[in-house]
């Protein structure tokens, strides 16, 4: 079957503006990820959706970014008033249930101008 | 708090010889262990876990990791290495408790396998 897919798969928008990414997990998965990696760098958390239990989202680094996400489906995740530092591959992954291994998307590169 | 620590940046080997790939965990209870693979331009693949059971655990494309709870690590290793093993590895922990289902990755350590 399909895996996770993301898009877009780039984005390069303008400092400032806002700009939302999207994630299709694999049909079924309860669990959903966000992580970002920056150049160069590891993954970075940022929040984990588990079927309908309140996200965890004690990764996001600021209230510029915000997560959703459909029952146990689609997930956006949006960035308002981009910066320069938000520049990185943002990275959806999904999972069948909590900890079993989780399916990564190939990324979305955001680059901020 | 749990934790992942992958010590070593870069790993070099020479093709044919054995690869080992060091990762050390720090977490509460009972492991759940993941190594992951990034090769260039590509989305991380999953290679292999540990949840319980024997402590060497099988993977994808002849990788194999071991378990050592006395020494909190889980070492990815190969019996002989190909050029096409050159990636990015990450091991990951997943988290329990308050954190639980949240995995936790190490910096990665980038695999070079030279002909």
């Known amino acids: 079957g399909a895996g996770v897919s993301q898009s877009p798969s780039n984005k390069v928008t303008e400092k400032g503006k806002d700009v939302e990414l999207r994630c299709d997990p694999i049909s079924g998965h309860t669990a959903l990820y966000w992580y970002r990696q920056r150049l160069g760098q590891g993954l970075e958390f940022l929040i984990y959706?588990?079927?309908?239990?309140?996200?965890?989202k004690s990764g996001l680094p600021s209230d510029r970014f915000s997560a959703e996400r459909t029952g146990e489906s689609v997930s956006t995740l949006t960035i308002q008033r981009t910066q320069q530092e938000d520049s990185a591959v943002y990275l959806c992954?999904?999972?069948?249930?909590?900890?079993?291994?989780?399916?990564f998307g190939q990324g979305t590169r955001l680059t901020v101008v | 708090a749990q934790s992942v620590a992958q010590p070593e940046d870069q790993v070099n080997v020479a093709e044919g010889n054995p690869l080992t790939v060091k990762c050390t965990y720090s977490?509460?209870?009972?492991?759940?262990l993941f190594w992951y693979v990034q090769y260039p331009n590509r989305g991380l693949q999953f290679l292999l876990k540990?949840?319980?059971?024997?402590?060497l655990v099988k993977g994808s494309y002849g990788f194999e990791a071991e378990f050592n709870k006395s020494q909190t690590s889980f070492h990815l290793k190969k019996p002989s290495a190909l050029v096409s093993d050159s990636a990015l590895y990450f091991c990951a922990v997943s988290g329990r408790g308050s954190t639980l289902g949240r995995l936790y990755f190490g910096r990665g350590t980038q695999l070079t396998v030279w002909p």
């Open positions: 992954a999904s999972g069948e249930y909590v900890n079993t291994e989780a399916f």
């Open positions: 959706f588990q079927g309908n239990s309140a996200p965890d």
């Open positions: 540990y949840i319980t059971g024997d402590n």
């Open positions: 977490v509460s209870g009972n492991p759940y």
